[in-house]
Each structure stands twice: as C-alpha cells, then as structure tokens.
C-alpha cells in the first residue's frame, strides 16, 4: 500500500514554455503533499506543502508564481514550472501521507530538462 | 534550525562487511527520525523510522537504527551487507511541523 506515483517520468521542453506535473496517491487518500526538488548528487530540497484545498505553503527561496502548485483533491497534485529556463532543470519528486500520520510516501520522481 | 548531518558521503565495502552510516540532527525538540534508501533509477523506500519507544528500531532488509537522544545521532547499521545494498541512504528529521529535512545523503557501493 501507499504508493504514490508521478506523471511523466521525464519530460524535456524549450526555454519559456510551461510544464505540468502530476502526482497521484494510488490507494490512499493523500491530506497532504509535498513538491522536492533534487540535484545531482545532493540531498532533497523541500520546495512546498500543499493540503488539499488549501494553498501551497512555499520554502523561503521558491518562487511562488514560477512553480505553481495546485493540490485539488485528496488523491491529485500538480506542479506547473512555468516559463522554464534551463535552470530549472532537475529531477523534481513528490511526496504525500495522510491524516495524523507523520511517513511521507515518496513518488518515482520527474526528470526535467529545459533546452 | 532544523539540520541533518551525514558525515560519510562515500562508503565502499565488501560483501558480508558490516555498515554503519552516522546521522547526527540539530533540533531542541521532540523529533520524528526516518531513514530513507533510494536505490539506483528508483524512488526513494522507506528503511525505517523512530517516533517514540524502544530506542533501537528495526527495519526492512536487515537494517536497524538507534536513536541516542543525548547525542542527537540516529546511526544506520547493518551486520552483513549484500550487493542489492548499493543505494544512496538518506537520514531525515521531523520535528513539530510536517516537513522532512533531509541530510545529504551517503552512497553506498558494496563489491561482491
């Protein structure tokens, strides 16, 4: 149980055009999901909380209109990076848990790259 | 501030060598512990994780951890490691809000 997935799996556009991420928990209902960020060879920066219906939380740094989230239901979030540039290329990973629970269940991740 | 240290960035053994991977955390409160594998081309797994109890914990695959609150450490260990164990672990923290701070992860590559 609690497996959460990620859609796509790798995804490379242009410079300036929008990208959309899904997350979906698969057979839980997720409260509360979580958007990560992932350099080569380091460690998972948090870039924001969102509970479902509620507005992303964001980490200081995370540019609020660049990286929209949007967390409509108990199963589904998505992360848009709009107006990509060639820094934000990364590997982007999702997480969720559910109510009164403190385990995140972590998704494959999404391979960005930006030309 | 929360912060996670792992001080071991590479770790190379043999098989049936025996591991152990520190991870020490800064946080005055009460903290969820969690230690995460990420084997190559797959998601991030759950190892195990400590909220309260016994402070030696058990997890999947052979692994265990213990929590030593006076040194704010929670050490990963193995007896005998197997070639399946070649993975980046990450040691994370939790303390009264939902996130994880993660540390920097240790790679490990085991030989046969």
């Known amino acids: 149980g609690a497996v959460v997935s990620q859609h796509p799996s790798w995804v490379i556009c242009k410079s300036g055009t929008s990208v959309k991420i899904e997350c979906r928990s698969l057979?839980?209902?997720?409260?509360?999901m979580f958007w990560y960020r992932q350099f080569p060879k380091q460690s998972l920066m948090l870039m924001a909380t969102?509970?479902?219906?509620?507005?992303?939380?964001?980490e200081q740094g995370v540019e609020k209109d660049k990286f929209l989230i949007n967390h409509a239901s108990l199963t589904l979030s998505t992360l848009t990076v709009t107006s990509a540039h060639p820094e934000d290329s990364s590997f982007y990973i999702c997480?969720?848990?559910?109510?009164?629970?403190?385990?995140?269940?972590f998704g494959p991740g999404t391979r960005l790259t930006v030309l | 501030a929360q912060s996670v240290s792992q001080h071991n960035h590479h770790v190379i053994l043999s098989e049936a060598a025996s591991l152990e991977l520190g991870c020490n955390y800064s946080?005055?409160?009460?903290?969820?512990l969690f230690w995460y594998v990420q084997y190559p081309g797959q998601h991030l797994q759950l190892l195990l994780k400590?909220?309260?109890?016994?402070?030696l914990v058990k997890g999947i695959k052979g692994f265990e951890a213990e929590f030593i609150k006076s040194k704010f450490s929670f050490n990963l260990r193995k007896p005998s490691v197997q070639w399946s164990d070649t993975a980046e672990y990450f040691c994370?923290?939790?303390?009264?809000?939902?996130?994880?701070?993660f540390g920097t992860g240790t790679r490990l590559q085991v030989f046969p």
């Open positions: 997480s969720a848990s559910y109510r009164n629970t403190d385990t995140q269940y």
């Open positions: 057979d839980f209902q997720a409260t509360t």
């Open positions: 969102s509970n479902e219906g509620s507005k992303a939380t964001y």
């Open positions: 946080y005055g409160g009460t903290v969820n």
């Open positions: 400590y909220f309260s109890g016994d402070p």
């Open positions: 994370a923290v939790k303390g009264n809000t939902d996130k994880l701070i």
